[in-house]
């Protein structure tokens, strides 16, 4: 898989990536790269700026400081590049619409259309290259339905679908199977890993999961803070270097839990 690969320019290359909300910085400096072919993970506690990191690149937040370079083309601060696609834990398809249609709304930016496809038939060529996507993620079969009758599992294969018909290199993911049973998790896994190996898509996922993250990925990223605490081969990733992610939280969390129980325990002795 992947090791072929990293020797290959960048995909997306992000170099001191910048962003606060208020007075609190999220990214602070953030710089990391995927190659094309290449599957790398995200992993860091809740709040540690991996959805940001994302949403920066994909163009939903604009940064305050640093580059966002696409196949050598580095983007307007807040811009949209067009080959840059992402999904979410929450599938965002328009559920009442066919699945074929859902996969055509990739290709709105490049026909100039983007929010007027609600009246929209799509052209054919379109809807033929639509098609060929939704077969490369095996649901061809289900053009026809409406995207809200698909399972979960199913729907986020549509997203990615979508994307591909955008005709994006570089795939976002941004918790892709938190709301997956383990089956359609492991489809959609495979699905990104197939992605990067056989169509050379650069794929960068948020995972919850380090063991999936291990298993599909080639190098695993760690965020705390706003920034890169490791960024290594997923093989040379320990248990221990995983659960360092988590231990702040983690503390912050039974420190909380102790002053909440020293707290009761003076109520009662007021009691
Ligand atoms: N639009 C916003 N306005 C204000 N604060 C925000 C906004 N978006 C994110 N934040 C804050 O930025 C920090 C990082 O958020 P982010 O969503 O990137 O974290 P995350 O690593 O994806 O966490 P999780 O694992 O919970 O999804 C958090 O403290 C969050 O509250
Ligand atoms: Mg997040």
């Not at 990536?17 to 208020?22: Q, T, Y």
Request: hydrophobic share 45%; charged share 25%; with cysteine.
């Amino acid at each position: 898989m992947g090791a072929d690969h990293l020797s290959g320019a960048a995909m997306l290359r992000i170099d001191g990536l910048r962003k606060a909300f208020g007075e609190k910085t999220v990214l602070d400096g953030l710089a990391f790269e995927v190659a094309s072919g290449e599957v790398v993970s995200l992993l860091g506690a809740n709040g540690s700026g991996k959805s940001t990191s994302l949403r920066c690149v994909v163009g939903l937040e604009r940064p305050d400081g640093g580059t966002i370079t696409v196949d050598g083309v580095t983007a307007k601060p807040g811009e949209a590049m067009p080959t840059v696609a992402m999904v979410f834990q929450k599938i965002h398809l328009v559920p009442r619409r066919s699945v074929l249609d859902n996969v055509c709304a990739g290709a709105l930016g490049r026909l100039g259309l983007s929010r007027s496809w609600s009246v929209l038939a799509f052209p054919r060529e379109v809807q033929a290259e639509a098609m060929a996507c939704l077969d490369r993620v095996g649901l061809a079969d289900r053009a026809r339905e409406k995207a809200g009758r698909l399972s979960g599992g199913q729907q986020q294969r549509v997203a990615v679908a979508r994307a591909l018909c955008q005709r994006a290199t570089v795939l976002l993911a941004d918790e892709p199977v938190s709301a997956l049973d383990p089956a359609a998790s492991e489809q959609v896994m495979n699905l990104l890993r197939s992605l990067a190996d056989d169509d050379g898509l650069a794929v960068a996922a948020v995972l919850h999961q380090p063991n999936l993250a291990r298993r599909f990925s080639d190098r695993i990223l760690g965020l705390a803070g706003g920034r890169l605490v490791f960024d290594s081969r997923s093989a040379e990733v320990t248990d221990e270097t995983v659960a360092s992610l988590y231990r702040p939280a983690l503390e912050a969390l039974e420190a909380a839990e102790s002053a909440e129980s020293a707290e009761s325990a003076e109520m009662r002795e007021y009691a």
